[in-house]
């Protein structure tokens, strides 16, 4: 365990402070044989066996996943996040201090387990970004789901935008430039995109045209060539005449609806 635990720690160096393309080539190396170092420990799930050092040994895989999460981000990895992610979930609200099993024992006036792992400092910063590459990929659903499982004054930390309220999503990009949170950066880069398209969908049904400026800033473009650029590469039906961005409103057919199918 002593030797896993010191290659955790090179681990965890090597990922938040990569020094190059050798020390990430070294860092996906410690991760790999840590993985499979960690498939032989029986307090894991999905054995789960309790032991003497079933908690140290539920840390060690914990750290790992947190290690293993933050090298996805920063490869821009979005399927290994979502593995990593949903795999550490597993030791933040099974085996730590989920803010859910906290207010249960809360309720049940029941003390906190010892076999339960420390709290740890990337808790809520990486809940945080998952909640944020929900955001990205529209799936709202879950988003809401998985929002009210954490306490709101703990999201504030790392994440003080408020991310619950989907009318308010513009207020997080105007604050892109000041991530609280190290992991945000490119989840906000994509974020934009994301909100670009929604409300391009939305203007090109609700206006017939709109000045170009106007329609620049209701795009969150910075200049007018950025967008003109942004129109050339993803709106082709749109035409730009003069100062005047003219859309094309998809057509839309109701159909025949049968009178007996309505009573």
């Given at each position: 365990m002593?030797?896993?635990e ?7 160096a ?10 990430l080539?070294?860092a996906k190396d ?6 499979i ?5 029986p307090s894991?799930p999905p054995t789960?066996?309790?032991s003497?050092t079933?908690v140290?040994?539920r840390k060690?895989a914990?750290?790992?996943l947190e290690s ?8 821009e990895d979005?399927p290994?996040?979502?593995?990593n992610i ?15 099993h906290?207010?249960?024992?809360s309720v049940?006036m029941?003390?906190?387990?010892s ?9 809520y ?5 998952r ?5 990205v ?12 499982t ?5 999201l ?21 430039t ?7 950066k490119?989840?906000?880069s994509?974020?934009?995109q994301?909100v670009?398209?929604?409300i391009?969908?939305?203007?090109e049904?609700?206006?017939?045209s ?9 795009l969150i473009f ?6 003109q650029?942004?129109?050339?590469a ?5 035409t730009v005449?003069g100062?005047?961005?003219w859309f094309q ?6 159909g025949?609806?049968p ?5």
């Amino acid at each position: 365990m002593d030797h896993l635990e010191r290659e955790a720690s090179k681990l965890r160096a090597l990922v938040e402070n990569p020094a190059g393309p050798a020390s990430l080539k070294e860092a996906k190396d410690i991760l790999r044989n840590l993985k499979i170092a960690l498939i032989q420990l029986p307090s894991l799930p999905p054995t789960t066996t309790e032991s003497p050092t079933a908690v140290q040994e539920r840390k060690l895989a914990r750290d790992v996943l947190e290690s293993a999460t933050i090298m996805s981000v920063k490869e821009e990895d979005i399927p290994a996040f979502e593995r990593n992610i949903t795999q550490l979930k597993v030791y933040y609200n099974s085996f730590g201090y989920s803010y859910l099993h906290a207010l249960a024992l809360s309720v049940l006036m029941l003390p906190i387990s010892s076999d339960q792992l420390p709290k740890s400092p990337l808790h809520y910063p990486l809940l945080g970004t998952r909640l944020l590459h929900l955001l990205v990929e529209n799936r709202m659903a879950e988003f809401h789901g998985e929002v009210h499982t954490c306490p709101y004054t703990r999201l504030l930390q790392p994440t003080p935008h408020p991310l619950h309220d989907d009318s308010r999503i513009c207020k997080v990009l105007e604050a892109r430039t000041n991530e609280p949170n190290p992991y945000f950066k490119w989840f906000m880069s994509q974020l934009l995109q994301t909100v670009r398209e929604a409300i391009a969908d939305c203007a090109e049904v609700a206006y017939p045209s709109l000045a170009v400026a106007d329609a620049a800033k209701m795009l969150i473009f910075a200049s007018l060539p950025e967008f003109q650029a942004y129109v050339v590469a993803n709106k082709p039906e749109w035409t730009v005449t003069g100062d005047v961005v003219w859309f094309q409103a998809p057509t839309k057919h109701l159909g025949y609806i049968p009178s007996i199918s309505i009573v």
